[in-house]
């Protein structure tokens, strides 16, 4: 696979980073500066590709490039939606509410062609469920200051793999950025090819 021309990840995520260059897809990374809430209203679908789409051109509009790859993650919790922890507290608060439980991790993607003005994007859901976790464990995990800069408040691919008792659907989503769309996407803007 080579890459056609320059492909920007808009996204300081080591993880999203990492991921794409697991597919061979070699990125620069500029991280968005878009403000991440909800509107009134907003569905957390509409809201994950909403800023998926912003936080694409928000990089387009200050890097130079021609392809820009936006993505935002979040966990939701039956009604709760589960953005990036503030601090330890919010962190263990987060994790007592997944403990035991079910959840959906969504994340809105895009790329975005500033040559032609074109993009691609979606959302994709995976389901997750964690096992009955402990306080200790809770308190454990928090004190590595690993939870506090991830959705949920947790890294299915670091020291909170072991909570996870399953899931269904995209690894990768839960990770940050659903790989098979997001490399589909790219092929089909010509950004890459075989």
Same mark, same amino acid.
């Given at each position: 696979?080579? @890459?056609?021309?320059?492909?920007?990840? !808009?996204?300081?995520?080591?993880?999203?980073? @990492?991921? $794409? /260059?697991?597919?061979?897809?070699?990125?620069?990374? !500029?991280?968005?500066?878009? &403000?991440?809430?909800?509107?009134?209203?907003?569905?957390?679908?509409?809201?994950?590709?909403?800023? !998926?789409?912003?936080?694409?051109?928000?990089?387009?509009?200050?890097?130079?490039?021609? #392809? #820009? %790859?936006?993505?935002?993650?979040?966990? $939701?919790?039956?009604?709760?939606?589960?953005?990036?922890?503030?601090?330890?507290?919010? +962190? /263990?608060?987060? $994790?007592?509410?997944?403990?035991?439980?079910?959840?959906?991790?969504?994340? =809105?993607?895009?790329?975005?062609?500033?040559?032609?003005?074109?993009?691609?994007?979606?959302?994709?859901?995976?389901?997750?469920? #964690?096992?009955?976790?402990?306080?200790? *464990?809770?308190?454990?995990?928090? +004190?590595?200051? *690993?939870?506090?800069?991830? &959705? =949920? &408040?947790?890294? %299915?691919? *670091?020291? @909170?793999?072991?909570?996870?008792?399953? %899931?269904?659907?995209?690894?990768?989503?839960?990770? =940050?950025?659903?790989?098979?769309?997001?490399?589909? @996407?790219?092929?089909? $803007?010509? /950004?890459? !090819?075989?």
């Amino acid at each position: 696979m080579y @890459a056609v021309d320059t492909i920007v990840l !808009a996204s300081g995520s080591p993880r999203r980073a @990492a991921l $794409l /260059a697991s597919a061979g897809v070699s990125v620069t990374v !500029a991280p968005s500066e878009v &403000a991440e809430s909800a509107g009134p209203g907003e569905s957390p679908e509409a809201y994950v590709r909403r800023l !998926a789409g912003a936080k694409a051109r928000d990089a387009a509009s200050r890097t130079p490039g021609r #392809f #820009f %790859i936006g993505a935002d993650t979040v966990v $939701l919790s039956g009604e709760a939606m589960l953005g990036k922890p503030t601090d330890s507290a919010e +962190a /263990a608060r987060m $994790l007592r509410g997944l403990s035991g439980r079910t959840h959906l991790v969504l994340t =809105g993607y895009e790329v975005y062609d500033r040559t032609t003005s074109r993009a691609l994007g979606g959302t994709v859901s995976t389901r997750v469920r #964690f096992k009955t976790l402990r306080q200790s *464990e809770i308190m454990a995990y928090v +004190a590595t200051g *690993e939870p506090l800069d991830k &959705a =949920g &408040a947790y890294g %299915i691919q *670091e020291g @909170a793999a072991y909570m996870v008792e399953r %899931i269904d659907g995209s690894y990768t989503n839960v990770v =940050g950025l659903p790989l098979a769309e997001v490399v589909e @996407a790219l092929v089909r $803007l010509g /950004a890459i !090819a075989w």
